[in-house]
């Protein structure tokens, strides 16, 4: 009678998938608008697209949470009991029952809430900002902490655990405060050491011929050009201009990346396209199987955040990269690097300076700019600081860090989108990913060794056969401890990324 048994099992798998697939449906063709509404869309559409995105989210949260949807997950548990955890069904089983929690933990009106006071503080975000005017922001950013913490508390922590824990574990799955606690406290010495050395030896390395006129279409045709170098499948993808270059994907054969253009700096257009690019390459990379389902994307955020990290930094700012680049680049370019040397130019697409502002900050002082946010963010969730008291806060924390004081509060607490926006919590996956990166890449390099010389020929299939293998086909049946394990056999480790700076970086600035 097992027979029967396993066929009835099977049958509710299937009334799960069922249900799962339009739900899935739903949230794609919202992406697809978001994507229109950041690439094409005339701004008098933006009223009529706010609603219409509002409606599929909530749909499509409607059918992801139903009752059937938590029946059927109970009946399927003593099945799924008897899988092997790493297959595609008991990860389904397992990852939809984890989202299908948390999502019906937070009562409708919470999330309501939420949605509408984001929605004003995203607009007096903007306005402050441009008046660099913290005390205007100072109440919504109040609402949305109060909102995040009443969010927080709809979920249990465990004994000794932090009130910020149920907001990282959204971006973050499996990871705890501790222990990301642990990674950036043992990392924030390294870089602030680090950062200073590179400080008194900024002479070492000249970029001025970066800062010059670059035409804009030949900028973006080379992005493409290196895009599709490094594996981006054109049949399945695209690559449009945004203000803030991101990755959306409709489905796996669907995943569309985007940059941007300075006419006067092309690092901005290329190394964005390629950092989207590691992006691209995981969602187009994810298993076919695992299509339709809450599988078919990527691990998390920090997990995403190393493939682009990945080819952003350790491949394309690498030297093996630009051997083979770099004559194409000096061929389309020859009046602003015909008569740049390739070391040099090696070195300026690195320069390494303490700035203000995050997203134009380099390699080895991004990660004291995420540790800032990081910290103010557990001290905003637990009652640590006023929100008043912020700015003063965030500004003796960038002199401390970066030797750095921000004039005004534009170029301080206000220059990121993510608080308006009540993002809490996202912050620190970016670090993760750039620590996580190198880590994986140590693994690929004992696994592969002449990368640096497939790379220098420019093929990069090897190393996207490896990472297809080890992290892209799997989409997110793993969290980031389990796929470290799996992987390097241990958790998250700090030493291989400060080997990596302290070498590449000791290299370049002769320290
Ligand atoms: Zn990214």
């Known amino acids: 009678m097992a027979g029967i048994y396993s066929s009835t099992m099977e049958e509710k798998l299937d009334q799960?998938?069922?249900l799962l697939h339009p739900s899935h449906d739903l949230s794609q063709a919202a992406a697809l608008l978001a994507w229109d509404q950041e690439t094409y869309m005339?701004?008098?559409?933006?009223?009529a697209r706010a609603e219409q995105l509002a409606t599929l989210s909530r749909l499509s949260?409607?059918?992801f949470t139903a009752d059937e949807v938590g029946v059927l997950l109970d009946d399927l548990a003593p099945y799924e009991a008897d899988l092997d955890e790493g297959s595609d069904t008991a990860s389904l089983i397992r990852v939809t029952r984890r989202e299908y929690q948390r999502a019906r933990r937070v009562p409708a009106e919470l999330v309501a809430e939420?949605?509408?006071a984001t929605s004003l503080a995203q607009q007096a975000w903007v306005k402050a900002r441009q008046e660099s005017d913290f005390p205007a922001f100072q109440p919504y950013l109040e609402k949305n902490v109060d909102l995040r913490v009443q969010w927080a508390s709809c979920f249990d922590v465990a004994p000794g655990g932090h009130s910020y824990d149920p907001l990282l574990d959204v971006y973050e799955p499996g990871m705890t405060t501790e222990q990301a606690q642990?990674?950036?406290?043992a990392l924030r010495p390294a870089l602030v050491d680090l950062t200073a050395q590179i400080a008194d030896r900024q002479d070492a390395v000249d970029?001025?011929?970066?800062h010059l006129p670059y035409g804009?279409?030949?900028?973006w045709d080379f992005s493409l050009e290196m895009a599709r170098g490094l594996g981006y499948d054109f049949e399945r993808g695209r690559q449009d201009k945004s203000a803030h270059p991101f990755t959306t994907s409709f489905s796996i054969d669907d995943v569309r990346i985007t940059s941007r253009i300075d006419p006067e700096f092309p690092s901005s257009c290329w190394f964005?396209?390629?950092h989207e690019t590691g992006h691209a390459l995981y969602e187009q990379g994810i298993d076919k199987a695992l299509a339709r389902t809450p599988l078919a994307s990527g691990s998390s955020m920090g997990v995403h955040e190393s493939q682009s990290r990945l080819y952003e930094n350790i491949v394309a700012r690498g030297k093996p990269f630009w051997t083979f680049y770099y004559p194409q680049a000096q061929d389309r370019f020859p009046s602003q690097l015909g008569n740049v040397p390739l070391d040099d130019f090696h070195k300026a697409i690195n320069k390494s300076q303490p700035s203000l502002i995050r997203v134009e900050a380099d390699e080895v002082t991004y990660g004291l700019h995420i540790i800032l946010r990081f910290e103010l963010e557990q001290a905003m969730i637990d009652g640590a600081v006023r929100i008043a008291d912020l700015p003063e806060l965030w500004n003796t924390r960038m002199q401390g860090y970066l030797g750095l004081t921000p004039p005004d509060d534009a170029q301080g607490v206000l220059q990121d989108v993510h608080w308006s926006a009540a993002l809490i919590g996202y912050f620190p996956t970016y670090l993760l990913g750039s620590v996580l990166a190198v880590q994986f890449y140590e693994q690929a390099q004992a696994d592969l060794p002449s990368l640096d010389e497939s790379f220098a020929q420019g093929d990069f299939g090897p190393l996207l056969e490896w990472l297809r293998e080890h992290v892209h086909r799997h989409g997110c049946k793993f969290t980031l401890p389990e796929l470290t394990d799996r992987i390097c056999g241990g958790p998250l480790a700090i030493e291989p990324y400060v080997r990596y700076l302290r070498t590449k970086f000791g290299d370049i600035y002769g320290l």
């Open 207 to 210: 970029d001025s011929f970066l």
């Open 182 to 185: 642990a990674v950036f406290q």
């Open 114 to 116: 939420i949605a509408h």
């Open 16 to 18: 799960l998938k069922d």
């Open 42 to 47: 005339p701004p008098g559409g933006a009223a």
């Open 216 to 219: 804009e279409t030949a900028q």
């Open 61 to 63: 949260h409607e059918l």
């Open 272 to 274: 964005a396209t390629i």
